[in-house]
């Protein structure tokens, strides 16, 4: 059974950065490609960057230029670089993988930009 287990998140004041890992364990099946995702308070969920097998990345209008994303060569981990934070990235955020066979997600991590 594949497993994603994220860390990285906490509070940070407006300007800040925080680096969001996510790491999957398992057996891991037709790899497409990994997400990050995220859901502030009252609000629905935001796709916030994606990165496929081959790096190919792309990213939300409200991340692009302060967000970046990768992945270490030849595991399934995903990194989420948060520059310039803002109150407004306030959220969970949910690491993603996607196969062909189907999808897993993770349990969530904490982001609070407040100061």
């Known amino acids: 059974q594949v497993q994603l287990v994220e860390s990285g998140g906490g509070l940070v004041q407006p300007g800040g950065s925080l680096r969001l890992s996510c790491a999957a364990s398992?057996?891991?099946?037709?790899?497409?490609?990994m997400a990050w995702h995220r859901r502030a308070p009252a609000k629905e969920r935001e796709l916030v960057s994606t990165?496929?097998?081959?790096?190919?990345?792309s990213y939300a209008d409200s991340v692009k230029g302060r967000f970046t994303i990768s992945r270490p060569n030849a595991n399934y981990a995903v990194y989420l670089q948060m520059n310039s934070l803002k109150p407004e990235d306030t959220a969970v955020y949910y690491c993603?993988?996607?196969?062909?066979?189907?999808?897993?997600w993770g349990q969530g991590t904490q982001v609070t930009v407040s100061s």
């Open positions: 398992g057996r891991i099946l037709n790899f497409v490609a």
């Open positions: 990165i496929s097998g081959g790096g190919i990345t």
């Open positions: 993603h993988l996607i196969t062909w066979g189907g999808n897993c």
